[in-house]
């Protein structure tokens, strides 16, 4: 619903609606973030029943991919250990 208001009036909040201090808003963050991390879970296990083949084959590569960076990691910073023999 639309309603015409005057340009030079101001909108005035009513006093329930305070500001929230910090902790308040984090809080309000965090149960945001809780609920999303829920859904977007519960989201993937429904996935991963409707087509397990799927999720099998993303699983296996996302361990190799992690597989792979930590070997590079490990090979980057261990570095020249063989050229030291």
Not at 5 to 23: D, G, I, Q, W
Not at 51 to 56: G, H, S, T, Y
């Amino acid at each position: 619903m639309v309603t015409d208001t005057p340009a030079n009036e101001t909108a005035v909040t009513p006093a329930a609606e305070e500001p929230k201090s910090f902790l308040e808003q984090a809080q309000a963050a965090l149960e945001s973030a809780q609920e999303a991390i829920g859904d977007a879970f519960e989201s993937t296990v429904e996935a991963a029943k409707e087509n397990p083949v799927a999720a099998a084959a993303i699983a296996a590569g996302a361990v190799a991919a992690v597989g792979a960076a930590a070997y590079g990691i490990s090979q980057l910073v261990g570095g020249d250990d063989d050229a030291k023999k």
